[in-house]
Every structure is written in C-alpha cells, then in structure tokens.
C-alpha cells in the first residue's frame, strides 16, 4: 500500500511542477521599432564597350582536359592566336596547359605528324608514363586523342610513343606504330 501512496504522491508532484509551468506568448516580449528601410539608389554604370569572352586577336579552341575531381574527361576551351595555324603541336601544347591548371604536368618531347596519323612523344620521367594511376594515366592519352582528332585537319588517328621508342609504361604497352584512336 505504502508503494501505491507514494506513486499517487509523486504523480501529484508532477502535475502541480507541469501546471506551474506557464508559455509566454509572443506578444509578452518587447516589442522593438522596425528601422526603417535605407534609401539607397543604385544607378547602373555606363558600359563604354560591349564585353567579350575572348581577348580580341585569339581565337577557341576546343580541347580535352581532365575533370578536378581526375574521373572524367571535361571539354574546355584553349585561346590561341587568331593568326595562328591550328597544327597538332598547338592542340598538344594547349591539352598540355590544360593538364597543368589541374597539377598534372606532362612533359612532350616531340609531336609528329606522319601522313594521317599523329605520334605525340612522351617523357618518360612525368605522366602520364610516370607517376599516375592507370585510370589518370588512360584519361590523359584520351585527352591528347580525342583533341588532335578533333582539331587537325587530316589527322585520323593518334598514336604514342615514350622517348622516341615504344610506348610503355606500368598500366600500358602498345608499339609506337599502333594507332591509340582514329576517327
């Protein structure tokens, strides 16, 4: 019996705590002032030339890069000068620059154009022969494919070589006179 009284005791306690406790409404709080609005005009500015994306005197160039986060490949676009010839040694070195804004430093030391078929050479001492993973390493080669193809006129296929022999490396090896991609 004694168990039940102080349960019922208890319970009492709670619901006296519980019916104290009381909400504040909202309109209890002091009320604040709205300030009012400032009166600011903005007046546009006078534009003195129409904007353009390009520098004047270059031209685009679309190319092949790798996304940040080095999954995919990512088209951008290379200015190069108006006046200048698009030859494969201009879409590797922008492909080249490219690379480079996402601290993948390739070194070329030759591109060859031999009939229809472009032969980019590489260092065998930086990527994508050296230091990268193999999925890095493909994207790169994709990269320098995908953008002579598109880019030089006649050029139907790339290949690749390493320091002027075969192309190999830990992930790859094919013969320099293997055609990596053709259109």
Do not use: W
């Amino acid at each position: 019996m004694r168990g039940k009284i102080g349960i019922i005791i208890c319970g009492m306690f709670v619901l006296c705590v519980l019916s104290g406790c009381k909400k504040t409404p909202a309109t209890e709080f002091p009320q604040t002032t709205p300030t009012p609005p400032l009166n600011i005009t903005m007046t546009p500015k006078p534009t003195e030339a129409p904007l353009t994306v390009a520098p004047s005197g270059t031209t685009e160039l679309p190319i092949y890069t790798i996304s940040g986060d080095f999954t995919e490949l990512t088209a951008v676009t290379a200015l190069i000068n108006e006046n200048e010839e698009i030859t494969e040694r201009i879409v590797t070195e922008a492909v080249v620059e490219a690379l480079a804004d996402n601290a993948i430093y390739v070194k070329i030391n030759d591109v060859i154009k031999n009939g229809e078929v472009v032969i980019v050479d590489f260092n065998a001492s930086a990527p994508p022969v050296s230091q990268v993973g193999a999925s890095i390493e493909g994207l790169i080669l994709d990269a320098f494919g995908q953008s002579l193809l598109d880019n030089v006129d006649g050029c139907n296929g790339v290949s690749f070589s390493v320091d002027g022999g075969d192309y190999a490396s830990g992930h790859f090896e094919f013969s320099k006179d293997d055609i990596y991609l053709r259109r």
